[in-house]
């Protein structure tokens, strides 16, 4: 009898561990066809994205076995999808820029040859044909100019420009700057007023590049603003040293604000038909390179200030 009191206890156990085995196996088997259901998921998510559709997102709870891969999956297909995003912008504004610089030197260019001819066949002569030679003569500087555009905006965004920033005196620099174009600023019947304080301020920049973003601000003012007043400031701030170019000109409306920085964006109501729509993307470029920021404000027919900044430099340690 004890033998058999023995026995039935262990009989109990044999028989729980074996249900617990077949409860397992089966959980496993359950669990194993989650997976590979999820798996059949996720590979046909693929092949949907395969074949264009990038919007397509792998679902899965937190507590799945495949949630880790399913997530990390989700972010590399977001990352695609950014990236084809990036590629049309990139293709797009391509077909734009070709489709620009079709018109924008073709046609001055069938200008520039007619009259050219006109003055070399005899067509003109005298007066006028001095005249023509002197239209074709800036004609010929505008292209220059626009080619020269082109050139600076391919390099950039080719990541070929290199920049030696250093440690500089933007005071002495900017006045230097400004120098050349008060003759400019005489033949174009603009006043001015310039403010830039006597304390030496020390910024960490590209001479070169400072210099086109100065440039090419006030350039966008003579010829686009129709200003007949233009104030340039330079101020010290707590951190930063501000730049700002503002103009009396006809201003840029509320609707093209937001987009003026944009490659190829002419303000058609702010501004003249005249340029590339490249120049203030240059200048965006070149200010962001080293480090500062560029923005701009306007009240049409009022006042219209682009604010740059850059953050000042470190005080040397002896």
């Given at each position: 009898m004890e033998?058999?009191?023995?026995?039935?206890?262990?009989l109990v156990v044999v028989v729980v561990i074996a249900f617990i085995a077949v409860i397992s196996t089966l959980l496993l088997f359950i669990k194993m066809h989650h997976v590979k259901l999820k798996l059949n998921d996720v590979s046909e998510t693929l092949d949907d994205i395969v074949q264009g559709n990038n919007n397509?997102?792998?679902?899965?709870?937190p507590r799945n076995m495949t949630s880790t891969i399913c997530y990390k999956m989700n972010d590399i297909v977001h990352?695609?999808?950014?990236?084809?995003?990036?590629?049309?912008?990139?293709?797009?504004t391509n077909s734009q820029l070709m489709t620009s610089l079709s018109h924008d030197v073709r046609t001055p260019l069938t200008t520039l040859i007619g009259y050219l001819d006109?003055?070399?066949?005899?067509?003109?002569?005298?007066?006028?044909?001095?005249?023509?030679i002197e239209t074709a003569r800036l004609r010929a500087h505008d292209m220059k100019d626009y080619v020269d555009v082109l050139f600076?905006?391919?390099?950039?965004n080719s990541n070929e420009e290199t920049f030696a920033i250093r440690r500089t005196e933007v005071t002495e620099l900017t006045r230097n700057l400004l120098k050349n174009w008060i003759p400019l600023f005489e033949d174009n019947c603009l006043d001015f007023d310039i403010d830039i304080p006597e304390k030496r301020i020390?910024?960490?920049?590209?001479?070169?590049?400072?210099?086109?973003?100065?440039?090419n601000l006030i350039q966008n003012v003579i010829s686009h603003s129709r200003a007949t007043h233009l104030k340039i400031k330079l101020s010290l701030l707590a951190t930063n040293v501000m730049i700002i170019v503002a103009d009396d000109g006809k201003g840029i409306s509320k609707q093209d604000l937001p987009h003026v920085f944009e490659r190829l964006y002419k303000c058609d109501t702010a501004r003249s038909e005249k340029?590339?729509?490249?120049?203030?993307s240059i200048v965006q470029q070149l200010v962001e390179k080293m480090s500062g920021s560029i923005s701009v404000q306007s009240e049409p027919y009022q006042q219209t200030e682009f604010i740059v900044q850059f953050?000042?430099?470190?005080e040397e340690t002896c």
């Open positions: 033998g058999i009191y023995v026995k039935l206890p262990l397509r997102k792998i679902l899965a709870k990352e695609f999808r950014k990236q084809i995003i990036d590629l049309r912008k990139a293709e797009k006109a003055a070399q066949k005899g067509i003109v002569v005298g007066a006028e044909r001095e005249a023509y600076e905006w391919f390099k950039l020390k910024v960490n920049l590209d001479t070169d590049a400072y210099a086109r973003i100065i440039n340029g590339s729509g490249l120049g203030l953050p000042l430099a470190d």
